[in-house]
């Protein structure tokens, strides 16, 4: 397959492409009209599913980052403790920090 190249180094796959290399999580947050908006250098938190990477890091839940660069459906952020910029769905930031109390008494950085 091909990819078209649109600038920025984004790629426009088309359907027989091969995925694009990096790493992406799926997202929990399926509410349309609940997607983050905003700019390039705004504090936003995770609050999609957590997940190991490549270099052996993790991303958790409630982990701050900044905003490094803007596409239509994804967003690269800094977060606390990478060494990079991780592309995820807007879905999956939000612009204020996440509730330190979960569902059935579990608290953010709480050990199963």
Known sequence: GTA???GNNVMDPETDA???KGVTFASLNTV???????KVGDTVWFKGLC???PDGS???YGC???VTRLEPDMVAVHFQGLHFNLRCCRSDIS????QSE????WHVNDIA
């Open 4 to 6: 078209k190249a649109k």
């Open 18 to 20: 091969a995925p694009p």
């Open 32 to 38: 349309s009209g609940r997607d983050w908006c905003g």
């Open 51 to 53: 997940g190991g990477l």
């Open 58 to 60: 993790e991303l958790v």
């Open 64 to 66: 701050k980052g900044k």
């Open 95 to 98: 612009a204020t920090e996440p």
């Open 102 to 105: 979960l569902c059935g008494g």
